[in-house]
């Protein structure tokens, strides 16, 4: 594995430290110091499975159940998982993909937690609509998508949300990228912005950035900025 490779699963493991700041019993079972070890156990994944790029899921679950929902806070389960990364069509990246949108509001969403009920409830209505990403929406706001970040361009304002949506890795590049060339507005976004926007696109670290230029039945977006092409 390359220096790009310890660099993503370090941030893997500091984005399960966000996620569980929000579930402290739990905290300082999988070890704060450890984050050698975990990383070393995943480069070991990483070369079993023999593959230019891949997948890494870092879980951590409250261990056995105790008479049903209980669980022992200092006994947790964590375990790495290695797997093949699924590609999308290389269409998507140069004319641009298709979302639909959801009215939901993910529960904590600032944790990356296993409850992907409602994505993947949705996935044969996402495939028979002939789009890549669901876009979460709740009481006129667009929040994120199913497995994504989601953002516009309004001129030369980049604009994304940030209350209600989880902080991707990808996210946190793209904001980094475009600091001093944009101005960048983290911020709740209503959804009737989306028809007056210049482009849009979303970020999740297995795919990078695709453009969008089709939300639901609304075609709106022309692929014209340079952060589209990273």
Do not use: C, W
């Not at 399960?16 to 070890?31: A, E, F, T």
């Not at 940030?162 to 507005?185: H, N, Q, S, W, Y």
């Not at 989306?194 to 039945?217: C, G, M, Q, Y």
């Amino acid at each position: 594995a390359n220096q790009s490779s310890h660099s993503e699963l370090i941030d893997a493991l500091q984005s399960l430290g966000y996620s569980l700041s929000d579930i402290r019993p739990l905290l300082n079972q999988v070890g704060e110091g450890e984050t050698g070890d975990k990383l070393k156990i995943a480069l070991k994944l990483l070369a079993k499975l023999d593959e230019s790029e891949a997948v890494i899921r870092i879980v951590l679950t409250g261990g056995e159940a105790i008479h049903g929902i209980g669980f022992n806070p200092r006994r947790p389960t964590f375990f790495i998982i290695a797997e093949k990364i699924f590609k999308i069509a290389p269409r998507n990246y140069k004319l641009g993909a298709k979302l639909i949108t959801f009215e939901y509001r993910r529960e904590s969403p600032r944790v990356k937690h296993l409850n992907y009920r409602e994505a993947a409830r949705l996935q044969k209505i996402k495939k028979k609509a002939g789009a890549i990403e669901i876009l979460y929406v709740s009481s006129g706001f667009v929040y994120e998508g199913a497995t994504s970040n989601f953002f516009i361009f309004r001129g030369n304002r980049l604009i994304t949300p940030k209350d209600g949506a989880l902080m991707g890795g990808t996210r946190g590049l793209v904001l980094k990228l475009a600091r001093g060339k944009f101005k960048i507005e983290e911020r709740p976004v209503k959804f009737f912005e989306l028809k007056s926007a210049d482009e849009a696109f979303i970020t999740l670290t297995t795919k990078e950035i695709i453009p969008v230029t089709k939300i639901n039945n609304f075609k709106m977006y022309k692929i014209k900025n340079e952060l589209t092409f990273l």
